[in-house]
């Protein structure tokens, strides 16, 4: 069991930058593959960006690629969503979540969940 706290969401201006952290409890956190996904009301949980259980291999959305860094400390039980060069519709709660598989972009193949957090771009 994986429980996943999500944590620096808040507003910010367009073209801002903001840090996301993701808390993961449970001794096998490094077993697992992390991923980001955001979503907003009316519409299906989208995929941001995802991260090997080591940290060796990204994936990201064409709408985030080369604004958005995600990056994992598994001695801290922490994955880390940098973003900057922010934009409106960017706006959405974003959570985090865990997979047993390798670098997975579907939200069926994530097992675990956060709570979500907040990302509000205004302009």
């Known amino acids: 069991q994986v429980q996943l706290v999500e944590s620096g969401g808040g507003l910010v201006q367009v073209g801002g930058s903001l840090r996301l952290s993701c808390a993961a409890s449970?001794?096998?956190?490094?077993?697992?593959?992390m991923g980001w996904f955001r979503q907003t009301p009316g519409k299906e949980r989208e995929f941001v960006t995802a991260?090997?259980?080591?940290?060796?291999?990204?994936y990201y959305a064409d709408s985030v690629k080369g604004r958005f860094t995600i990056s994992r400390d598994n001695a801290k039980n922490t994955v880390y969503l940098q973003m900057s060069g922010l934009k409106p519709e960017d706006t959405a709660v974003y959570y985090c979540?865990?997979?047993?598989?390798?670098?997975?972009?579907?939200?069926?193949?994530?097992?675990?969940w956060g709570q979500g957090t907040q990302v509000t771009v205004s302009s």
């Open positions: 979540a865990a997979s047993h598989m390798s670098l997975p972009r579907g939200y069926a193949e994530y097992d675990y």
């Open positions: 449970g001794r096998t956190f490094s077993r697992y593959a």
């Open positions: 991260i090997s259980w080591t940290g060796d291999s990204t």
